[in-house]
Nanobody
Framework: QRQLQESGGGLVQPGGSLRLSCAAP???????????MAWYRQAPGKERELVAS???????DYADSVKGRFTISRDNSRKRTYLQMNGLGPEDTAVYLC?????????WGQGTQVTVSS
């Protein structure tokens, strides 16, 4: 069982919205809380790219291509990380993967597919 479990992907029309969720059920709070969490995506034939990240203190950072459309957040009490995606376009079609990083140790989920198509 992977340490991170993504959900919330699916098929959506252009201009639509999705909210991805990443759960860390096997991670104790004392490890999750100080971790940096991030969402990456990988489209067919393309390299994996960082979409958004959030530090333990709540500082966020976004790829230029998603600024103003995507919002990353975290709920430490539930050990979850979210990615709210608005204004989706075909270029956002990819497998979205959750990442947890603490002191150089990095863990990945298996990803959730997001397809934007009419």
């Amino acid at each position: 069982q992977r340490q991170l479990q993504e959900s919330g992907g699916g098929l959506v029309q252009p201009g639509g919205s999705l909210r991805l969720s990443c759960a860390a059920p096997r991670t104790i709070s004392s490890v999750f809380n100080p971790s940096q969490m991030a969402w990456y995506r990988q489209a067919p034939g393309k390299e994996r790219e960082l979409v958004a990240s959030i530090t333990a203190g709540g500082r966020t950072d976004y790829a230029d291509s998603v600024k103003g459309r995507f919002t990353i957040s975290r709920d430490n009490s539930r050990k979850r990380t979210y990615l709210q995606m608005n204004g989706l376009g075909p270029e956002d079609t990819a497998v979205y993967l959750c990442n947890r990083n603490l002191e150089g140790q990095s863990f990945w989920g298996q990803g959730t597919q997001v397809t934007v198509s009419s």
